[in-house]
């Protein structure tokens, strides 16, 4: 992997500067990943103001399609934050591990959901039909469909960001997910 360095406010420009101290108000610090995106001119305004759309999700339903598609895009840094932010959404230890696992036995409509953001996930989109008929027969709508895939692929991009950049987690590490396989 490359030594990508974390950019501090010192070395972004302007407009990156002012997007560093609203973030530092508001989460309390600048969290490296957004940082990393500051290496653009545009791509954290972007990726803020796409993050902040209004949707037919609500805030624990865009939880498990960021804990689903951080697994099986395996980040680390994704996962450390989203468990972060999965437990002051409400959600236990033990429910963020099942959702990470694409599942949620806890709630038959968040279970629909975490199984769709896996499928879509690993199947890059050509998501398995019984996987959509059980996410609508669960109660959620085409809009949920259509808000879902593209929740899965904001949390792609920032996936993809850090497993090419590595740039250091700094969020409590995400506990390690043991998954059973079937000899």
Do not use: W
């Not at 039909?129 to 959620?140: C, D, R």
């Amino acid at each position: 992997m490359i030594n990508f360095q974390v950019p501090t406010k010192e070395t972004v420009s302007p407009t990156n500067q002012a997007i560093f101290e609203q973030l530092e108000k508001k989460v309390g610090f600048l969290p490296n990943l957004y940082a990393t995106y500051a290496h653009s001119e545009n791509a954290l305004k972007n990726h803020l103001d796409f993050s902040a759309v209004n949707t037919s999700l609500n805030n624990k339903e865009k939880e498990v399609v960021n804990l689903a598609v951080s697994q099986v895009n395996e980040c680390l840094y994704c996962l450390a934050a989203h468990t972060a932010i999965g437990k002051m959404s409400g959600f236990t230890d033990e429910q963020i591990l099942e959702i990470r696992k694409g599942q949620a036995s806890f709630d038959n409509k968040l279970d629909a959901l975490a199984k769709l953001a896996k499928n879509v996930t690993e199947n890059r989109g050509k998501t398995d039909p019984a996987v959509i008929e059980n996410f609508f027969n669960s109660g959620y709508t085409k809009e949920n469909l259509v808000d879902t895939i593209e929740l899965v692929g904001l949390k792609t991009i920032s996936n993809y960001l850090h497993r090419t950049t590595g740039v250091p987690v700094d969020f409590p590490s995400a506990p390690e997910l043991k998954l059973t396989t079937i000899s």
